[in-house]
Protein backbone atom coordinates (compact mmCIF):
# COMPACT_ATOMS: atom_id res chain seq x y z
CA UNK A 1 0.00 0.00 0.00
CA UNK A 2 1.09 3.03 -0.61
CA UNK A 3 0.92 6.56 1.23
CA UNK A 4 -0.24 9.50 -0.39
CA UNK A 5 1.47 12.25 1.85
CA UNK A 6 0.97 15.97 1.54
CA UNK A 7 3.46 19.05 -0.06
CA UNK A 8 5.56 18.73 3.56
CA UNK A 9 5.92 15.10 4.02
CA UNK A 10 2.71 14.33 6.28
CA UNK A 11 0.58 11.97 5.14
CA UNK A 12 -2.96 12.42 4.24
CA UNK A 13 -5.43 12.18 7.28
CA UNK A 14 -7.27 9.84 4.63
CA UNK A 15 -4.46 7.32 4.46
CA UNK A 16 -3.23 6.97 7.87
CA UNK A 17 -3.71 4.29 9.65
CA UNK A 18 -6.90 4.14 12.17
CA UNK A 19 -6.03 3.87 15.56
CA UNK A 20 -8.38 1.86 18.01
CA UNK A 21 -7.82 4.44 20.58
CA UNK A 22 -6.78 8.13 20.78
CA UNK A 23 -4.12 9.53 22.74
CA UNK A 24 -6.45 10.40 25.45
CA UNK A 25 -7.76 6.79 26.09
CA UNK A 26 -10.99 7.45 23.87
CA UNK A 27 -11.91 5.20 21.17
CA UNK A 28 -11.44 6.40 17.55
CA UNK A 29 -14.40 7.21 15.69
CA UNK A 30 -16.48 5.21 13.85
CA UNK A 31 -16.13 6.81 10.62
CA UNK A 32 -14.65 9.92 9.28
CA UNK A 33 -18.12 11.81 9.01
CA UNK A 34 -18.48 10.93 12.89
CA UNK A 35 -15.04 12.42 13.11
CA UNK A 36 -15.38 15.45 11.72
CA UNK A 37 -18.84 16.18 13.22
CA UNK A 38 -17.26 15.44 16.98
CA UNK A 39 -14.36 17.78 15.91
CA UNK A 40 -16.62 20.57 14.66
CA UNK A 41 -18.69 20.68 18.60
CA UNK A 42 -18.26 24.20 19.98
CA UNK A 43 -17.05 24.51 23.65
CA UNK A 44 -18.71 27.93 23.96
CA UNK A 45 -21.16 30.54 21.54
CA UNK A 46 -23.71 27.66 21.13
CA UNK A 47 -26.56 28.65 19.07
CA UNK A 48 -28.90 28.07 22.92
CA UNK A 49 -26.41 30.02 24.94
CA UNK A 50 -25.72 32.83 22.29
CA UNK A 51 -30.14 33.16 22.54
CA UNK A 52 -29.68 33.15 26.39
CA UNK A 53 -27.38 35.77 26.27
CA UNK A 54 -28.75 38.23 23.34
CA UNK A 55 -32.04 38.09 25.46
CA UNK A 56 -30.44 38.97 29.14
CA UNK A 57 -28.56 41.91 27.48
CA UNK A 58 -32.04 42.56 26.20
CA UNK A 59 -33.00 43.07 29.47
CA UNK A 60 -30.16 45.40 30.74
CA UNK A 61 -28.32 42.27 32.61
CA UNK A 62 -24.36 42.44 32.33
CA UNK A 63 -22.22 39.55 32.74
CA UNK A 64 -18.75 37.52 31.66
CA UNK A 65 -18.57 34.58 29.26
CA UNK A 66 -16.92 31.22 29.74
CA UNK A 67 -15.11 32.27 32.75
CA UNK A 68 -14.03 30.20 35.86
CA UNK A 69 -16.63 31.18 38.69
CA UNK A 70 -13.43 30.44 41.47
CA UNK A 71 -9.71 30.62 41.50
CA UNK A 72 -7.89 27.53 40.32
CA UNK A 73 -11.68 25.50 39.12
CA UNK A 74 -10.40 24.22 36.00
CA UNK A 75 -14.08 24.48 35.12
CA UNK A 76 -15.93 27.22 33.19
CA UNK A 77 -19.61 28.41 33.43
CA UNK A 78 -21.16 29.75 30.24
CA UNK A 79 -22.25 32.80 31.82
CA UNK A 80 -21.32 34.81 35.12
CA UNK A 81 -22.58 37.31 36.79
CA UNK A 82 -19.55 37.85 39.17
CA UNK A 83 -21.11 40.78 42.04
CA UNK A 84 -24.44 38.64 42.48
CA UNK A 85 -22.52 35.62 42.26
CA UNK A 86 -24.16 33.50 40.05
CA UNK A 87 -22.86 30.90 37.28
CA UNK A 88 -25.44 29.71 34.47
CA UNK A 89 -24.43 26.85 32.22
CA UNK A 90 -26.53 25.55 29.53
CA UNK A 91 -26.38 21.79 28.95
CA UNK A 92 -26.14 19.89 26.03
CA UNK A 93 -28.73 17.32 25.79
CA UNK A 94 -26.02 14.60 24.46
CA UNK A 95 -23.05 15.41 26.37
CA UNK A 96 -24.97 16.11 29.91
CA UNK A 97 -27.30 13.79 29.61
CA UNK A 98 -30.72 14.96 29.62
CA UNK A 99 -33.53 12.69 30.78
CA UNK A 100 -35.97 14.18 28.17
CA UNK A 101 -33.64 13.87 24.86
CA UNK A 102 -30.15 12.40 26.04
CA UNK A 103 -29.69 9.23 23.21
CA UNK A 104 -27.51 6.29 24.22
CA UNK A 105 -24.32 5.77 21.75
CA UNK A 106 -24.50 2.65 19.64
CA UNK A 107 -20.89 2.71 19.00
CA UNK A 108 -18.33 2.59 21.50
CA UNK A 109 -21.17 2.43 24.04
CA UNK A 110 -19.62 1.21 27.10
CA UNK A 111 -16.47 3.98 27.19
CA UNK A 112 -19.65 6.66 26.24
CA UNK A 113 -21.58 5.81 29.02
CA UNK A 114 -18.64 5.65 30.72
CA UNK A 115 -17.80 9.34 29.61
CA UNK A 116 -21.32 10.34 29.80
CA UNK A 117 -21.48 9.47 33.56
CA UNK A 118 -18.22 11.06 33.97
CA UNK A 119 -19.65 14.40 32.89
CA UNK A 120 -23.29 14.03 35.12
CA UNK A 121 -20.73 13.54 37.88
CA UNK A 122 -18.38 16.64 37.02
CA UNK A 123 -21.44 18.61 36.79
CA UNK A 124 -22.68 17.88 40.22
CA UNK A 125 -19.38 18.08 41.58
CA UNK A 126 -19.33 21.52 40.32
CA UNK A 127 -22.49 22.75 41.46
CA UNK A 128 -21.30 21.60 45.16
CA UNK A 129 -17.79 23.06 45.01
CA UNK A 130 -19.56 26.31 43.80
CA UNK A 131 -22.96 26.58 46.34
CA UNK A 132 -20.37 25.66 48.61
CA UNK A 133 -18.01 28.77 47.63
CA UNK A 134 -21.53 30.94 48.07
CA UNK A 135 -22.31 30.96 44.65
CA UNK A 136 -26.14 30.16 42.82
CA UNK A 137 -25.79 27.72 40.20
CA UNK A 138 -28.64 27.67 37.50
CA UNK A 139 -28.41 24.91 35.24
CA UNK A 140 -30.53 24.90 31.66
CA UNK A 141 -30.80 22.45 28.68
CA UNK A 142 -30.05 23.44 25.47
CA UNK A 143 -33.88 22.73 24.21
CA UNK A 144 -35.40 24.87 26.90
CA UNK A 145 -37.06 27.78 25.52
CA UNK A 146 -34.40 31.11 26.10
CA UNK A 147 -37.19 33.53 26.89
CA UNK A 148 -37.46 31.13 30.25
CA UNK A 149 -34.25 30.77 31.01
CA UNK A 150 -33.62 34.34 30.37
CA UNK A 151 -36.48 34.56 32.94
CA UNK A 152 -34.90 32.62 35.58
CA UNK A 153 -31.45 33.79 35.28
CA UNK A 154 -32.98 37.44 35.64
CA UNK A 155 -34.65 36.88 38.68
CA UNK A 156 -32.16 34.52 40.27
CA UNK A 157 -29.03 37.34 39.80
CA UNK A 158 -32.12 40.15 41.00
CA UNK A 159 -32.51 38.19 44.46
CA UNK A 160 -28.80 37.23 44.72
CA UNK A 161 -27.56 41.06 44.08
CA UNK A 162 -25.55 42.56 46.48
CA UNK A 163 -26.74 45.95 45.40
CA UNK A 164 -30.53 46.78 43.95
CA UNK A 165 -31.20 46.07 40.42
CA UNK A 166 -33.92 45.52 38.65
CA UNK A 167 -33.74 44.02 34.97
CA UNK A 168 -35.42 45.92 32.49
CA UNK A 169 -37.29 43.99 30.08
CA UNK A 170 -37.56 45.90 26.45
CA UNK A 171 -41.60 46.52 25.67
Excluded at 90 to 100: K, R
Excluded at 112 to 138: C, H, I, M, P, S
Amino acid sequence: MTTTTTADGRPRSNARTPRSYTRTGAPAASTPGVRSRMQSQKARDTAPELAVRRLLHADGLRYRVDRAPLPGLRRRADVIFGPARVAVYIDGCFWHGCPEHGTRPRTNSDWWLRKLDANRARDADTDRRLTEAGWAVLRAWEHEDPRSVADRVGALVASTSRRPTTPRRAA
